[in-house]
């Protein structure tokens, strides 16, 4: 299983970028495929995800209404949009993957679920 994020980058706030997450090794059929990040001193948070286990998609309360996931199964790629960028969002983003059948956005944006990760990609929002 490899996972590569792209797609970050220097944005100001109010901006757009796009993530993107090319994986192989496994078909995205079950299972579920997150995107996380973390901010210097702070834990790693859940962002969102597509979970096949439940057939839906969770976002944290922090990102709901300015964040997308998708999926791309002929690519092989899961994206996450993020419009309306604020400082906090600044942070290193990753994607992972989950084999587990679990379920509910609780599960769903817990990191300790994820078995496979991305290198990362930094995403900085400037005022």
């Known amino acids: 299983v490899q996972l590569v994020e792209s797609g970050g980058g220097l944005v100001q706030a109010g901006g757009s970028l796009r993530l993107s997450c090319a994986h192989s090794g496994f078909t995205f059929d079950d299972g579920a495929i997150g995107w996380f990040r973390q901010a210097p001193g702070k834990e790693r948070e859940g962002v969102s995800c597509?979970?096949?286990?439940?057939?839906?998609?969770y976002y944290a309360d922090s990102v709901k209404g300015r964040f997308t996931i998708s999926s791309d199964n002929a690519k092989n790629t899961v994206y996450l949009q993020m419009t309306s960028l604020k400082l906090e969002d600044t942070a290193f983003y990753y994607c992972?993957?989950?084999?587990?059948?679990?379920?509910?956005?609780?599960?769903?944006?817990?990191?300790?679920?994820?078995?496979?990760w991305g290198q990362g990609t930094q995403v900085t929002v400037s005022s």
């Open positions: 597509i979970n096949r286990n439940d057939g839906k998609i």
């Open positions: 992972a993957r989950a084999d587990g059948l679990f379920s509910g956005p609780s599960w769903s944006l817990k990191s300790d679920e994820y078995d496979y």
